[in-house]
């Protein structure tokens, strides 16, 4: 099993920066790819990117590209979502996940493991 914990949520202002981080332990496969998702309130879980195993690809949603940075450190089997100039609509409980294979994926059926979740609240 892996355990992922999500950690650096909170309450911020619009145009204010987060940075949450995902900390896998446990059992680890190689490969894996790592990935955030999000749920706002009534929602579906939404994709909001993606890192390979070898931290040299990621892939963003279209909502957050330019604002958002994916990285991920090996040795420490963490995640990071870095988030700038944050928007009301950006509220949503944020997920990390882990995906037993080398591709990126946006689709969330293809991930293995889940945290908890993380809420990111930003208000106007």
């Known amino acids: 099993q892996v355990q992922l914990v999500e950690s650096g949520g909170g309450l911020v202002q619009a145009g204010d920066s987060l940075r949450l981080s995902c900390a896998a332990s446990?059992?680890?496969?190689?490969?894996?790819?790592m990935g955030w998702f999000r749920q706002a309130p009534g929602k579906e879980r939404d994709f909001v990117a993606a890192i390979s195993w070898s931290g040299g690809n990621t892939y963003y949603a279209d909502s957050v590209k330019g604002r958002f940075t994916i990285s991920r450190d090996g040795a420490k089997n963490t995640m990071y979502l870095q988030m700038n100039s944050l928007k009301p609509e950006d509220t949503a409980v944020y997920f990390c996940a882990v995906r037993t294979d080398y591709g990126i994926s946006a689709y969330s059926g293809t991930y293995n493991y889940w945290g908890q979740g993380t809420q990111v609240t930003v208000s106007s």
């Open positions: 446990g059992r680890t496969f190689r490969p894996y790819t």
